[in-house]
């Protein structure tokens, strides 16, 4: 068996990831906002010939540019809709490169239609920002038991849990989910519990035949084996009354079971169907991350689980 410590202080909190996304949200708004105004204040006196004012207003120009991007950031990791993230990320590109286009232009009449256009975009960078940072602000109500709730919630609800068991924990640990979730956990210290009816030892720890096999008890299962064997799992869970489990799918296919998932909420157990352990809070590193975002803008990520 693994270390017994505690996770400690890393511990996320269902909440936490919620707080953290306000406040930046918070801070883009107001910079975004402000950016805006003076880069659009300084508008009419470069008209006039202010040329000297020029790099302050780039300046605050692309700071307008970046706190757009940061909103459409917190956005994707909201649940706001992938094609709106998506849509600001291109803007913001689109204003940028007007803004610098503009130095290129050949003739008068071409510079004066993309100070047009970029005027246009730029005033779309601050509606698309304030609806950005509606969504993410908005006040919602708290979840009704067993209600919808954000993956960040329900992964830190997961990972809340200090007892849990991986299934599918391999002998032959090269490149194998199952290992890197499992040996990530017990290096953060979780009391973490190897399930392979197949071996003795796996990691240099005990393999445990099934949940049942351990002594204890789990709080929390994550499933790491083919998804046609997700359903017995899920099953064993709820006979043990097991209530979070977590389909393991990180590039490849993984081991989300539709039938499994529905079952298992339909008995009570909250499920998270897809993405890894190690893309959040006190198990995730770079690498987890970079590809929870790609995964999140083509939608391989669930946005909410019940």
Known sequence: MASASSVGTETLHPGEVGGRKRTIAKVARVTLIGSGVLAASLGPVLM???ERLL???ELFG?????????LAGVGARSGV???EVALAGVWG???FLLAGAQKL???ATVHTLLQVLHVASSMGVMIGGLRLARSVLKPTAGPKEGAPTSLAVAAGEFLAKKRIAVTGV????QAHGANVVYRRLRERGYQVFAVNPNAQE???????RDLRSIPGGVEAVVIATRPERALDTVRECAELGVEHVWMHRGLGGGSVSEPATAWGRAHGIRVIDGACPLMFGPTADAGHKAVRCLLTLTGKVPRRVA
């Open 48 to 50: 006039a010939g202010g």
């Open 55 to 57: 790099p302050v207003h």
């Open 62 to 70: 692309l700071v307008a540019i970046l706190s757009f991007w940061t």
């Open 81 to 83: 809709a992938p094609l």
């Open 93 to 95: 590109l689109v204003a």
């Open 105 to 107: 232009a050949p003739t």
């Open 170 to 173: 391999s002998r032959t640990p």
């Open 202 to 208: 796996v990691e240099g720890d005990r393999a445990y």
